[in-house]
């Protein structure tokens, strides 16, 4: 078995065991669990200091398992997946399956089908979306790189992946894309 399916399996193995991993994410360096696991979100948010009621997104990988989490999924949203060339969370009203604390104040919760093949291989294997957060203390700077993470948050993970930690490619946050009250799909930020 190689490098890379040991360490996709390891960080599957951890998250089906509810533990925080801290992995490189299709943007930047990020903690992340099962989306489904209420306890696992929770010990994700005491790690990063993070206060409850600000959601985190959850990645997927593909427009079925989007859907499992989507409460309302606009027509055009394929289309717009299939033409995306840059990581894209979209923002759209909360399903039952996701951890309620992954739920903003306004019933929504950030959804991104990731292209990435580790966190895609992650999730598929999974079978459940994976919560993406950045992996760093509230409030504090976004890791664009490992050797940005802060010793605290690499300590306290659960499980820290291997892959790309000498990776020094930097990345731009996610494109946001909002279901507005009209029933279309908004870029809020690009």
């Known amino acids: 078995m190689n490098r890379f399916q040991q360490e996709v399996d390891a960080a599957v193995d951890a998250l089906l065991l509810q533990q925080v991993i801290l992995y490189p994410t299709d943007t930047v360096w990020g903690v992340g669990c099962d989306a489904e696991a209420p306890p696992a979100v929770q010990a994700l948010y005491k790690l990063k200091g993070r206060e409850a009621g600000k959601p985190s997104i959850v990645l997927v990988a593909d427009l079925a398992m989007l859907k499992r989490y989507a409460a309302e999924v606009p027509p055009e949203l394929e289309a717009m ?110």
Do not use: M
Request: aromatic share 4%; proline share 5%.
């Open 81 to 190: 997946l299939a033409a995306d060339t840059r990581p894209t969370t979209y923002i759209l009203p909360a399903g039952r399956a996701v951890a309620k604390e992954l739920v903003a104040p306004d019933g929504t919760v950030g959804l991104r089908v990731v292209k990435d093949e580790f966190c895609f291989k992650v999730v598929r294997r999974l079978g459940h979306g994976l919560v993406s957060t950045s992996a760093n203390k509230a409030g504090e700077p976004t890791p664009a790189v490992y050797a940005e993470v802060d010793a605290a948050i690499v300590r306290g993970a659960d499980h820290v992946v291997n892959w790309r930690q000498d990776d020094d490619t930097r990345t731009t946050p996610s494109r946001l894309v909002r279901l507005g009250d009209d029933g279309k799909l908004e870029v809020v930020r690009e």
